[in-house]
């Protein structure tokens, strides 16, 4: 009788799970990412956000939430108070280390938290994005993408997919090869939020000043 030795055997599964994931197409990927998102209205969600530049790391957390059309906030825990506001037409980041909140035009942003407004409109893979690629990311996807504006601040987006199509991870890399990765947990979709949340109001004594300036 034939033995097969676990190595080999183990060789053979991991073959025949690479030969199984080729097969899988990316568009039906990509449709049933944009089929949920544009059904979405209203998300809240429990973030993680790792800044890596050079040897340089941070780690931030908080929760954000987003509306369309156009609006977004990042309220930060860690650090306490820090906030990251769009109402749609502004972009307002307040560091409480400073007391200064920075206001710049949403559209003239190049902030590397700006990638995920695409979640604010009506999401179109093939409109904002090219180049796909497609690999496993355990029982997960990772689909990687690069911007179709060569005016975009990034030059390249990776997302982290369920069978499910919700999106777990977005990995976001500016043109300065800073790396961004956000991590979302305890997805809501569409419950009610308060217009408040999207309104920003500098705290009191805090300067508000245009990031030109």
Same mark, same amino acid.
């Given at each position: 009788?034939?033995?097969?030795?676990?190595?080999?055997?183990?060789?053979?599964?991991? /073959?025949? =799970?690479?030969?199984?994931?080729?097969?899988?197409?990316?568009?039906?990927?990509?449709? =049933?990412?944009?089929?949920?998102? &544009?059904?979405?209205?209203? /998300?809240?969600?429990? +973030?993680?956000?790792? +800044?890596?530049?050079?040897?340089?790391?941070?780690?931030?957390?908080?929760?954000?939430?987003?509306?369309?059309? =156009?609006?977004?906030?990042?309220?930060?825990?860690?650090?306490?108070?820090?906030?990251? $506001?769009?109402?749609?037409?502004? #972009?307002?980041?307040?560091?409480?280390?400073?007391?200064?909140?920075?206001?710049?035009?949403?559209?003239?942003?190049?902030?590397?938290?700006?990638?995920?407004?695409?979640? /604010?409109?009506?999401?179109?893979?093939?409109?904002?994005?090219?180049?796909?690629?497609?690999?496993?990311?355990?029982?997960?996807?990772?689909?990687?993408?690069?911007?179709?504006?060569?005016?975009?601040?990034?030059?390249? $987006?990776?997302?982290? #997919?369920?069978?499910?199509?919700?999106?777990?991870?977005?990995?976001?890399?500016?043109?300065?090869?800073? $790396? &961004?990765?956000?991590? +979302?947990? &305890?997805?809501?979709?569409?419950?009610?939020?308060?217009?408040? /949340? +999207?309104?920003?109001?500098?705290?009191?004594?805090?300067? #508000? $000043?245009?990031?030109?300036?």
């Amino acid at each position: 009788m034939c033995m097969i030795r676990p190595a080999i055997l183990w060789v053979l599964l991991s /073959l025949c =799970g690479t030969s199984a994931f080729a097969q899988t197409s990316i568009l039906p990927i990509l449709n =049933g990412i944009e089929k949920r998102y &544009n059904a979405t209205k209203t /998300l809240e969600t429990q +973030f993680t956000q790792i +800044f890596a530049f050079g040897p340089r790391q941070r780690t931030e957390s908080g929760t954000l939430y987003l509306q369309k059309p =156009g609006k977004m906030r990042w309220d930060y825990r860690e650090p306490a108070n820090k906030l990251f $506001v769009s109402d749609g037409k502004f #972009v307002y980041l307040y560091s409480p280390s400073t007391n200064v909140a920075e206001r710049t035009p949403f559209k003239a942003t190049d902030d590397l938290r700006a990638p995920l407004a695409f979640l /604010l409109g009506r999401l179109d893979f093939q409109k904002d994005f090219r180049r796909f690629t497609l690999k496993p990311g355990g029982k997960n996807y990772w689909i990687t993408a690069e911007p179709r504006s060569e005016k975009a601040p990034y030059s390249l $987006v990776a997302f982290l #997919v369920t069978p499910g199509f919700e999106i777990l991870e977005v990995e976001v890399t500016g043109v300065d090869q800073a $790396v &961004n990765r956000f991590r +979302f947990q &305890n997805e809501k979709r569409n419950a009610p939020l308060a217009a408040s /949340l +999207f309104d920003f109001q500098p705290p009191q004594g805090a300067r #508000v $000043v245009d990031a030109e300036q």
